[in-house]
């Protein structure tokens, strides 16, 4: 049996991130890939058994991967907004420093492989975001609220931004960057919705 090549299965992977992050699911074969990464067909079947042992391999790295960059720094017994704000400034390092992984995982969505992704990162996060929201209910800085609600609301703005970053344009077509000021007064009102207010 030909022996592994650590920077050879790394390139592939890099590779292959990119071309599915670019191009598709629908578009990505393993010929393409063996080609764009100056190896033959047969070296990729060393490290993997099939495209599909492949992609759900990348998959789950690409979970944990993810749950390592959103829980850095982060601590479930934080104050709410420093909490939720450390998780966005996460993501912004995530969303900003590793385009190709994030649009990677924007396709995955239109897959089955995005439950394997999901699975992964949920397995990490899940106890500690659940702790986290737990916490400020407890305090009184958030009403009760379910977790797919709480998401929709804290983090589902983000990605929109990012979607509309990463295509160039905005609703009305005309270009489109995001800037910091402007992912930090989304954050102010997305704080807002969430906090209980005074008085």
């Known amino acids: 049996m030909r022996a592994r090549s650590l920077d050879k299965e790394n390139t592939v992977k890099e590779n292959a ?19 764009l990464s100056k190896v033959s067909v047969a ?6 058994k099939d495209k599909d042992d ?8 690409q979970g944990n991967e993810f749950a390592d960059l959103i829980l850095k720094d982060f601590n479930p017994n934080m104050s709410f907004e420093d909490g939720l704000r450390q998780q966005w400034a996460n ?3 995530q969303m900003m420093h590793r385009k190709a992984g994030v649009m990677f995982m924007f396709r995955l969505k239109e ?5 394997d992704f999901l699975r992964v990162l949920m397995e990490r ?14 305090r009184g800085e958030i009403d009760p609220l379910p977790m797919e609600t709480y ?10 931004l990012f979607k509309f970053h990463y ?9 489109y960057e995001l800037t910091e000021s402007i992912f930090w007064q989304a954050f102010g009102l997305v704080l807002r919705a969430l906090q209980k207010q005074s008085g």
Do not use: C
Not at 43 to 48: A, F, K, L, R, S
Not at 111 to 115: A, D, F, I, K, L
Not at 151 to 160: D, N, R
């Open 125 to 138: 996060m899940k106890q500690q975001l659940h702790l986290f929201l737990e916490n400020a209910i407890e």
């Open 151 to 160: 998401w929709s609301v804290a983090h589902a703005p983000l990605y929109s």
């Open 17 to 35: 991130i990119n071309m599915i992050g670019q191009g598709g699911l629908e578009n990505f074969s393993i010929n393409k890939l063996a080609k």
């Open 91 to 93: 993501r912004y390092q």
């Open 43 to 48: 070296t990729i079947y060393i490290y993997y």
């Open 54 to 61: 492949l992609i759900f391999q990348l998959a789950t790295e």
């Open 111 to 115: 897959s089955p492989y995005y439950r």
């Open 167 to 175: 295509d160039g344009s905005g609703l009305d077509g005309e270009p």
